[in-house]
């Protein structure tokens, strides 16, 4: 690999002790940006409180877990790249929907279930990279971050539903914390860029503790919270399965390998300047750890997970990348699971703070992605494939009621603007690449 410039530490460079502390902890408390989706999936199904806090504290577990394989480099499994797991929002929908048919042991069973297809797509993917030249993992990367943004400017306007009015305190919060991150980041001296999430965060904060949006009831549960406790097991623990549903868990689960891919292929980007095409070895690796994350997440209880896009963006935009930061945030946020005080910490993150981070380090996606598809020239082919594919996939999330009437076995296909874009760019560049030119 060439070390490209402005990287601080590189993937196999250890930094000192307490930097890499204070990055893995930076990096944790963007991991557990996701942890309300299991506390809103145990609540809508009417669990209790024991419950929701045990999927939550698994789910840390499961996460920790992942990370750690990620960053492992051995034959066949992990990719050794920093590439945090997170609480997966690609399965959330369909988690939700096993929840409802046939509560957390059909989440469980169902979870388990993608995690071994998973398993079974990352032994083959390495014979696929024909079906991934360079501007179609650019494709790919662009449209990770692309899904980031909805989520992210949501909640720095503090919007939670449609047509809810713009909360003030919340912009005005969540533009303080991301204008200190931007100014950390681009005006910090030396060392000082790495740690601009982190200064971003405290100021976020205090604001939010000065405006009410991080309210005397959160810190109530604070400190009632004891600092050391064992995940509790939900009650009817065993696993369910049902065939009417694994269409959908297949499809998540190629989605969620596709958006792995990106962050993988972002993740050797950026810690190689001569970088030309994916290793799909390496790659098949990282999605082997993977696979394996969601599956330890169905056994232990906890909700799927995927591969963090904002973490894989944070580690470019503060320039240290090293998998020895992965290993310490995996034991970090696996920690958490055990410590209901440490976690709530995270799990009260003010909204803003939440929507700052997000769009910071979706920047840093955005502008890779691009650079990846045009790196490598793009003639009239190629600007088809790209375009056309573009088009349709955004046009998911800018109006997603276009597609509502479809038939329901083509749904899955159209409920994701990352799997549209992905299938669409893979099925038009094979069919352009092998149409005869006139003569």
């Known amino acids: 690999m060439q070390r490209p410039p402005g990287l601080i530490y590189a993937v196999d460079e250890t930094p000192p002790p307490f930097v890499l502390f204070l990055l893995g902890l930076q990096h944790i408390f963007l991991m557990s940006s996701s942890l309300v989706l299991p506390v809103v999936l145990v609540s809508e199904i009417g669990g209790s409180?024991?419950?929701?806090?045990?999927?939550?504290?698994?789910?840390?577990i499961a996460c920790g877990i992942g990370t750690a394989l990620q960053a492992v480099r051995a034959r066949g499994f992990g990719s050794g790249f920093l590439?945090?797991?997170?609480?997966?929002?690609?399965?959330?929908?369909?988690?939700?929907?096993?929840?409802?048919?046939?509560?957390?042991?059909?989440?469980r069973g169902m979870t388990l279930v993608a995690g071994l297809f998973e398993a079974v797509f990352a032994r083959f993917v390495h014979r696929l990279a024909f079906l991934f030249p360079p501007e179609i993992t650019g494709l790919v990367v662009l449209m990770v971050g692309e899904g980031l943004i909805p989520l992210?400017?949501?909640?720095?306007?503090?919007?939670?539903?449609?047509?809810?009015?713009?909360?003030?305190?919340?912009?005005?919060?969540?533009?303080?914390?991301?204008?200190?991150?931007?100014?950390?980041?681009?005006f910090g001296r030396g060392r000082l860029r790495l740690y601009g999430v982190l200064v971003g965060m405290a100021v976020g904060y205090a604001l939010s503790a000065a405006t009410g949006i991080l309210s005397g009831t959160d810190l109530e549960l604070l400190a009632r919270s004891p600092w050391l406790s064992l995940p509790g097991l939900p009650s009817?623990?065993?696993?369910?399965?049902?065939?009417?549903?694994?269409?959908?868990?297949?499809?998540?689960?190629?989605t969620g390998a596709l958006k792995s891919m990106g962050n993988l292929i972002l993740c050797e980007k950026s810690n190689d300047a001569a970088w030309k095409e994916p290793d799909m070895k390496r790659i098949g690796g990282g999605l082997m750890a993977d696979?394996?994350?969601?599956?330890?997440?169905?056994?232990?209880?906890?909700?799927?997970?995927?591969?963090?896009?904002?973490?894989?963006?944070l580690s470019v935009a503060t320039g240290a990348t090293s998998r020895k930061i992965g290993f310490v945030a995996a034991a970090l946020f696996a920690a958490l699971g055990f410590s209901p005080k440490?976690?709530?910490?995270?799990?009260?993150?003010?909204?803003?703070?939440?929507?700052?981070?997000?769009?910071?380090?979706?920047?840093?996606?955005?502008?890779?992605?691009?650079?990846?598809?045009?790196?490598?020239?793009?003639?009239?082919?190629?600007?088809?494939?790209?375009g056309v594919s573009l088009a349709f996939g955004l046009s998911i999330d800018v109006v997603p009621a276009l597609w509502a009437s479809l038939p329901g076995w083509l749904q899955p296909l159209f409920g994701s603007s990352l799997t549209l874009t992905t299938v669409m760019a893979v099925v038009l560049n094979q069919l352009l690449a092998r149409a005869k030119r006139p003569a």
């Open 49 to 60: 409180f024991e419950e929701a806090r045990s999927v939550v504290a698994f789910t840390m």
């Open 83 to 107: 590439c945090p797991n997170l609480c997966g929002p690609n399965f959330f929908a369909a988690s939700m929907e096993a929840a409802w048919l046939g509560g957390l042991p059909l989440m």
């Open 152 to 186: 992210g400017m949501s909640k720095f306007l503090g919007i939670n539903f449609a047509g809810e009015p713009i909360q003030g305190p919340c912009v005005v919060v969540a533009a303080a914390t991301l204008g200190t991150m931007i100014g950390v980041n681009a």
């Open 236 to 254: 009817q623990w065993s696993f369910a399965f049902r065939w009417s549903i694994l269409p959908t868990f297949l499809i998540v689960s190629v």
């Open 291 to 313: 696979a394996a994350c969601v599956t330890v997440s169905g056994l232990l209880g906890g909700m799927a997970s995927d591969t963090s896009a904002s973490n894989v963006s």
């Open 342 to 386: 440490v976690s709530g910490i995270l799990s009260v993150m003010p909204m803003p703070v939440m929507g700052a981070i997000l769009l910071f380090v979706t920047t840093f996606m955005l502008v890779s992605g691009l650079q990846i598809v045009v790196g490598f020239g793009l003639d009239p082919r190629k600007t088809l494939v790209v």
